[in-house]
């Protein structure tokens, strides 16, 4: 794609800052680069009106984060807005690279690592200081040196890539049996996740959505660098859950996916059922109120 159709422009910002904001905004006012990151992170849902769709946020901590991380330098959208729209028109370049990364507002990132999550603790250790995971609901621990992150070989590491599941992970407990577990927020997009996962030999996990953009981000992301030691969480009621799933993302993303090849032969089943009820289904719908 021309780097000049993904700029990150002030109306682009203006527009996400009213989804941050609460608002939703028109599926054909934000451009198609933006969308397909903000979907693939977890950030962004559709809501079907009529044939109309809208986006709104699922995650408005995790977008804020996400969009000072790789947009704003650290900055807020409103700040990021009034700098560049300095009525006096004077900013210097520095102060144009201390907010936007450089003069043409381009991507960069500020922190590496992940964030880790347990309904259990569970032993670990920074290089040789050993520690207990632990966190209370509500928190979260954010592992800023996953080169010497360890966890005993029997925990099951899984991936979770909506930020509202992560942060209630003990509403999904039913999804997972007695099996110890470490689960690790996709966010904030980057290698570090899969490059720390290829180094250890627990067992991978992925939880995402049930559609094809989640099955297309598990292969490419992490079953073609783990191999059989990665697998999809499929639910055993998901067949009933299709069938009443959304339509109007299945159909979204059909054109994009339909001649995706499904390397993991276990995901057989799972996309003939996409594609017979013509549907997919959000991770969100597992999450079980207390």
Known sequence: MDIN????????????????????VPSSSLPHWIVDELRLEGLLTGITSGSRVSYRLTDEVAFSRYIADNYTSGNSLERW?????????????STLVQYTGDSKTVKLRTFRGFLV???????AKIEQ????????EGIAVFVQKPEVFYIPSDVVVVGVENGENFSRIRCQKHLFGDRKILFVSRYPQSTDLREWLMKIPNKYIHFGDFDLAGIFIYQ?????????????????????????GNDVLYNTQYLRYKNMKIADARLDKLVEMIHHYRRVYEQEGYVVAK
């Not at 700029?7 to 910002?13: G, P």
């Not at 999550?117 to 032993?123: G, M």
């Open 220 to 244: 490419s992301e992490f079953y073609k660098y783990l191999g059989e030691r990665a697998s999809f969480l499929i639910p055993e009621d998901i067949d009933a859950r299709l069938r009443t």
């Open 129 to 136: 200081e050993e520690f207990l995971i632990s966190p209370i």
């Open 5 to 24: 159709k993904k700029r990150f422009t002030i109306s682009v910002a203006r527009k996400l800052l009213h989804m941050l904001e609460g608002g939703t």
């Open 81 to 93: 807005i009034d700098v560049l729209l300095n009525e006096n028109n004077d900013l210097q370049r």
């Open 117 to 123: 999550n347990c309904y259990e603790p569970i032993a």
